[in-house]
């Protein structure tokens, strides 16, 4: 089945800069949409970013929009996520996701086919 790998995550200070990367495996790759979720400690998943089969559409949450980008490179099946001017509310574990569906990842992410095992992600102030 779908197998995905999270990595890139560590600790920041507020301001700062961080890649996250996920390298897909056991399917099609273009066959799937792809996003990130997040989840910090006490709260519910939530919808991060998400990006189309053929990358030319992303989509993003209110609370990323305008500092976080999604891109994926087919030719290497993987997904990235920079993330750019953190904030310590970005602080969470964060899971790269996959599904045929692209609604569902921005919509209802606990819903979504595959996850990731995570990486971690802490900001500092």
């Known amino acids: 089945q779908v197998h995905l790998v999270e990595s890139g995550g560590g600790t920041v200070q507020a301001g700062g800069s961080l890649t996250l990367s996920c390298v897909f495996s056991?399917?099609?790759?273009?066959?799937?949409?792809m996003g990130w979720s997040r989840q910090a400690p006490g709260k519910e998943r939530e919808f991060v970013a998400q990006v189309s089969w053929s990358g030319m559409s992303q989509y993003y949450a209110d609370s990323v929009k305008g500092r976080f980008t999604i891109s994926r490179d087919n030719a290497d099946n993987t997904v990235h996520l920079q993330m750019n001017n953190l904030k310590p509310e970005d602080t969470a574990v964060y899971y790269c996701?996959?599904?045929?569906?692209?609604?569902?990842?921005?919509?209802?992410?606990?819903?979504?086919?595959?996850w990731g095992q995570g990486t971690q992600v802490s900001v500092s102030s």
């Open positions: 996701g996959a599904d045929p569906s692209a609604s569902k990842i921005r919509v209802t992410p606990g819903q979504v086919d595959h």
């Open positions: 056991g399917g099609t790759f273009r066959d799937y949409a």
